[in-house]
Structure formats: C-alpha cells, structure tokens
C-alpha cells in the first residue's frame, strides 16, 4: 500500500468537511475521487498534505504514519500536491516556477536536467521560460502546475480538478499527461467533478459526498453505475 | 560661489545622506512588511534595541566592526524571537490581531531599552570619518558619501540574495503565496523567522549609521523609525527593495528642504503627509506591485 487514509475526520472549526472517510492508493494506481461543488474533495487532499489537521485518523504513507507533520516533510518523503486552480507563482518566471518545485531538492545537476526535460516535454515552458507564470494562459498554468509538482520527483501525484475551467482540447492534452506521468511510475490521486474523464483513466474510483465515501469500485464499474451515471455524469 | 547655491548644495547632500539612513531602515522593513502586508509596529523599536546594543558594546571598547556585526546578529535573534512568540501564533487570525500583538512587543522592547539605558538621548561614538572635499565654497563631507554607498551597497546586496538564493526565492514564493510555496515543500517555520532576523539586521545597520552620523541616540527614535520607514517603504512600494530605497531617499531629500525652506515643524510632518498621500492616491507605491489585501 502507497498511501492509505483510515477513518479520516476533518473540521473546519465546528463545520465538518470529512466524515469517517477512508481510501487507499497502490502502487502504480490512478485512483480518482469525483463529487459535487463542497463535498470535501479539497479538503481531503489539503489533509493529505497536511495543510491541515484532522481531528481523528490516520493518514498513512509507505507504513508510515505522516498526518501531524508538517507540509514540507510531506513533500520530501515524495507527496506532491498540484493545488485546486493550479495556484503558480504569477510574478515570477516560469524556471523560478520549476525551481521553487525542486526546493526539497540537493541535487543541482539533476535539477537542471529535469528542468531540461520539462521544456521538452512542455515546450510552451521552454519557450516562455523566463516569462512571468502569470502571462500564460490557463492551459498552460496547468501544465506548468503540474511539471512544478514533479520537479520534486513524487511518488505520488495529488491533483485537485486539473480540467477546471479548460477547454475540451486543453482537457485532452491534461489526461494524456496524467496518463503519461503514470507510465512513467507515479501513482496518482485525482479529485474530480468532471467524473466522466477521470473516471475513463481510473483504475479505482470513489465517490465523495458530503463528506462521505458514497461508493467506491473500479473506474470501469463506476462509470457504468446506474447512479453514478445519472447523478455525476448527466447522462 | 553664491551662498543662496551654496546652501542649495549643502541642503541637497544633506537630505541625501538623511534620505540613505531612512533606506537603509527602510529596506529592512520592507523585507518583513512584504510578508505581513501591514505596519510592523515592532520594527522602530527592534532597530533601536540593537543600536543601543552597539552602543554598549563600542562602549566596552569592542572594534567596530566586531561591535556593530555583533548588534547585528543579537538583533536578527531577538527579531527572530518576536517572529516566534509574536507573529507565528497569530499567523493565520485576523489582520488586526498581530498588528496588535506587535504593538506589544514594541512596549517590551522600548520599555527593557529604557530600563537598561535610561530615558534621556544619549552621546553616540561619530565614527564616521570627519574629513571633507571642499568644492569651491560648498563643503562635501566624506560620511555624506559612506552613507550613501553603503546604502546603495545593502540594497543591491538584499536584492541579489533575494533573487539568487534558495532562501531568496522561497521568500518571494511565501510572499506571494503562502499555501502554494508550503506546497513545494517549502518550511514556512524555517524561512519566516531568517526574514524577520534579515530585517532585523539590516534595520539595526541602518540604525547605527544614522547614530553614527548624528551622534545620538534616544529611545524616541523607535517609533519615530517606524513612522518614516514606514513611509518610505509605502512611497517606494511595498516588497521592493530599490523602491524602499528610491522611497528613502525621496523623504530624507524632501524632508531636509522642507526643514531648511519652510520650518522644522513642516520636517516634522512631512513624513506623515506622505504616508496619508501615497495611501489615498498610489497604494501600491512608486514601483510597486499590486497585490490584493486580505482582509
Ligand atoms: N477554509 C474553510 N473554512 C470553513 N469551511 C470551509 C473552508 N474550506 C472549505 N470549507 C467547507 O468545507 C466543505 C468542503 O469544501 P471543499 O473545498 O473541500 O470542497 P470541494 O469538494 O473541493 O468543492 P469544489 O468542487 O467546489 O472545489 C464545504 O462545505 C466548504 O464550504
Ligand atoms: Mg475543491
């Protein structure tokens, strides 16, 4: 098990936002969550991340027990987080986008040559790399959200909505890379609303409701789900 | 040379040498106000603090330079302190919260200052060298130049080490945006108190040039500090280190003509008319960004 999160609970002061939840990822898996607008899928990621705190459970990484440290250990023992709204750094360049990725990072060398990759692989990110992150357009943003994210080499990728606010297009071009990333060996956890997309690459699937693990199955029972199809994919 | 341009030029070189020591309060104060996004009420008195320390340590006959790194360092630790114990637990409350609790820290510091210094202003060692050019009847002191470079040094070498440093760029990723720069794995609790020991430091730098030059110190100085920091950084634009310098000099020029033309009250005033202006008409500075307040 890569990460596993048992009987989560999470507050915002009296307001409950994670009710009893638990999921797993393995090695190697997609596993996505798909709910409406306030169901707690942000949160459960930021809890992750340790952005916040639980108020009961466990949140456990390669055996390890990691809720109640702190964010940047979350990230060195290889968690990264691309942020709902992808959230770069407007006003700096994009390789100071890329570098702040790499900030758990010693290895200057190995830095760079990722760095490199990236704008081959983006070249929209090579060619603009000394642009303001902010002038790019939000296609873009989110490729650059993303290769920031693996600038820190994860294990495991969190990726919260990434086809926000996309075009149909953009949205293809982001579920390539999502299955791109995972050839290449990390696992990932992806929120969604647009269940219909995430659903297709997923190898497992949950659904958040209120606060709660509604069902759960793999992406292919999900997306033929008699109710999952009426309630989260308007068909 | 006429006396009327003769005290033009004095006027001018004057104002130049006020307007570095305010740049060079004022760039250290920038460092924490890009963070806080508000007055840091402490930092007048933190500067202060630590120049009084370097006054006691010339006193004991320290080397200066020993003696004002030294102030430097015991500053930057007690500012690291207030970050700790002032700031960090009401990081994430309300704006007015730690402007208030910073309104504390600053009695602290002023009242302990009192207590170990006494009330009155006292004598400060002028250390800066005492010769002069003289440029056909207009007399050019050399610590009106010092000043000036070494101004001009702090805020070309803060601003390189913001730029080129891991710890630079991890403060300008904080700076814009707090839970994104954790995101990256960045450690808030490691980065945030470095910033306000810099501006701690680079504050007390600017603290002692300017008791240097004028050969006092007082405890008055505190808010009085905070006040015209305050405006130059505001005037210059907040989080940019060449406009808290440009914003510095601009008040120590403007302030010394409107004291030599006008009255020394006009001095006086000066820097709270500019603060009550650059807010009502350019709040984000002469070279500043914009950024959204959060209320
Ligand atoms: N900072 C906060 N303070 C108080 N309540 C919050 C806060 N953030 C989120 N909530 C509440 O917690 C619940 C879950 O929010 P969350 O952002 O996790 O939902 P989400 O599933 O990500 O929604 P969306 O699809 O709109 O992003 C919502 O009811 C929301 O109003
Ligand atoms: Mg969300």
Same mark, same amino acid.
């Given at each position: 098990m890569l990460l596993s999160v048992e009987n989560l609970w999470v507050f915002y002061g009296p307001i409950e936002a994670i009710h009893d939840? $638990?999921? %797993?990822? *393995?090695?190697?898996?997609?596993?996505?969550?798909?709910?409406?607008?306030?169901?707690? @899928?942000? +949160?459960?990621?930021?809890? &992750?991340?340790?952005?916040? @705190?639980? +108020?009961?459970?466990? &949140?456990?990484?390669?055996? #390890?027990?990691?809720?109640? +440290?702190?964010?940047?250990?979350?990230?060195?023992?290889?968690i990264s987080h691309v942020?709902?709204?992808?959230?770069?750094?407007?006003?700096?360049?994009?390789? *100071?986008?890329?570098?702040?990725?790499?900030?758990?990072?010693?290895?200057?060398?190995?830095?760079? !040559?990722?760095?490199?990759?990236?704008?081959?692989?983006?070249?929209? /990110?090579?060619? !603009?790399?000394?642009? !303001?992150?902010?002038?790019?357009? #939000?296609?873009?943003? %989110?490729?650059?959200?993303?290769?920031?994210?693996?600038?820190?080499?994860? @294990?495991?990728? /969190?990726l919260d909505e990434p086809s926000l606010g996309l075009a149909p297009v953009v949205v293809n071009e982001v579920y390539r890379i999502?299955?791109?990333?995972?050839?290449?060996?990390?696992?990932?956890?992806?929120?969604? %609303?647009?269940?219909?997309?995430?659903?297709?690459?997923?190898?497992?699937?949950?659904?958040?409701? $209120?606060?709660? &693990?509604?069902?759960?199955? +793999?992406?292919?029972?999900?997306?033929?789900? *008699?109710?999952?199809?009426?309630?989260?994919l308007g068909v | 040379m006429n006396t009327e341009l003769n005290y033009f030029l004095q006027t001018t070189s004057n104002g130049i040498s006020l307007g570095s020591m305010y740049s060079m309060i004022a760039v250290g104060y920038s460092m924490v106000y890009s963070l806080l996004y508000q007055v840091n009420f402490a930092h007048g008195d933190l500067y202060v603090f630590g120049t009084f320390i370097a006054f006691s340590f010339i006193s004991m006959a320290l080397p200066l330079p020993v003696a004002i790194l030294a102030a430097g360092l015991l500053t930057a630790l007690i500012g690291m302190t207030i970050e700790r114990t002032v700031y960090r637990p009401v990081r994430y409350a309300n704006r007015i919260v730690p402007m208030i609790s910073a309104l504390g820290a600053a009695l602290v510091l002023r009242t302990a200052a009192q207590i170990i210094w006494g009330p009155e202003a006292i004598a400060f060692p002028q250390f800066l060298p005492g010769g002069s050019f003289n440029l056909g009847g207009f007399t050019l002191f050399h610590k009106n130049i010092i000043v000036l470079l070494f101004a001009t040094a702090l805020v070309v070498g803060l601003t390189w080490i913001m730029n080129h440093t891991k710890f630079g760029r991890a403060t300008q990723c904080i700076v814009e945006n707090?839970?994104?720069?954790?995101?990256?794995? =960045?450690?808030?609790?490691? =980065?945030?108190?470095?910033?306000? #020991?810099?501006?701690?430091?680079?504050?007390?730098?600017?603290? =002692?040039?300017? $008791?240097?030059?004028?050969?006092?110190?007082? =405890?008055?100085?505190?808010?009085?500090?905070?006040?015209?920091?305050?405006a130059a950084a505001m005037l210059g634009g907040v989080g940019n280190f060449y406009g808290a310098f440009l914003g510095g000099l601009i008040l120590g020029v403007s302030e010394t003509f409107a004291g030599a033309y006008i009255s020394s009250a006009a001095k006086e005033a000066l820097g709270y008319i500019v603060i009550v202006l650059v807010l009502v008409f350019r709040p984000n500075g002469l070279l500043g960004k914009k950024k959204v307040v959060k209320v």
């Open positions: 939840v $638990s999921i %797993q990822v *393995d090695q190697g898996e997609i596993v996505s969550i798909v709910g409406h607008n306030g169901a707690g @899928k942000s +949160t459960l990621l930021k809890t &992750i991340s340790c952005l916040l @705190k639980p +108020t009961a459970g466990q &949140i456990k990484y390669n055996d #390890g027990v990691i809720n109640g +440290t702190d964010p940047d250990k979350v990230v060195s023992a290889g942020p709902e709204g992808r959230q770069v750094f407007a006003s700096l360049s994009v390789y *100071d986008n890329l570098m702040a990725g790499a900030y758990s990072r010693g290895d200057a060398d190995g830095v760079k !040559r990722d760095i490199d990759m990236y704008c081959q692989r983006f070249p929209i /990110l090579g060619e !603009r790399l000394h642009q !303001r992150a902010g002038y790019l357009s #939000g296609g873009e943003q %989110q490729m650059l959200a993303i290769a920031r994210a693996l600038m820190s080499r994860p @294990k495991i990728l /969190l999502i299955e791109e990333i995972r050839k290449d060996g990390t696992s990932i956890l992806l929120v969604e %609303q647009n269940a219909n997309r995430a659903l297709n690459v997923s190898d497992r699937a949950y659904v958040l409701a $209120s606060g709660q &693990i509604e069902l759960s199955g +793999t992406g292919k029972e999900m997306a033929e789900n *008699d109710d999952v199809r009426k309630v989260y | 707090m839970e994104a720069a954790q995101l990256m794995g =960045i450690p808030l609790n490691k =980065i945030i108190p470095l910033v306000y #020991g810099l501006g701690g430091f680079f504050g007390v730098i600017g603290g =002692i040039m300017y $008791s240097g030059y004028y050969g006092v110190i007082s =405890i008055d100085m505190g808010i009085w500090g905070t006040v015209k920091a305050w």
